[in-house]
């Protein structure tokens, strides 16, 4: 569900649209709101040109649910690791031949 600004936005833009006759579809809509992703977007457009816009939806929702899934994880192991006294600190090098490998380690 949109909230704050984006939901505001996007009735704003959407306000009894429908495509033809000089009216904006969803996607344009969306797209000229400019606080929406270009993945967000892109995938709304697909779903109505596909004619498929509930299951796009459905899937952009699950693609979000996995990817702020691995953010929090991401955050909480660095944030572990700076409480466990690692320092959380990692120096990264480039390396190879022709300085195209970069190597990490923690500090």
């Known amino acids: ?3 704050g ?3 505001e936005a996007a009735a704003h833009s959407y306000a009894g649209a429908r495509p033809g ?3 904006k579809s969803l996607s344009e809509a969306i797209e000229e709101a400019g606080v929406f992703s270009k993945v967000y977007s892109t995938a709304i457009l697909a779903g109505e040109k ?4 509930s299951g796009v939806l459905e899937y952009y929702i ?3 649910k996995v990817s702020t899934g691995v953010k929090k994880k991401i955050v909480a192991s660095l944030v572990y690791s700076d409480f466990a006294g690692g320092g959380g ?3 990264c090098e480039l390396s190879g031949d022709r300085g ?3 190597v990490c380690a923690a500090v």
């Open 5 to 7: 600004r984006r939901a």
């Open 21 to 23: 006759a000089g009216r």
């Open 62 to 64: 699950a693609y979000q």
């Open 50 to 53: 596909s004619g498929n816009l």
């Open 1 to 3: 569900m949109l909230r």
């Open 89 to 91: 600190d990692v120096h």
């Open 100 to 102: 195209d490998s970069e």
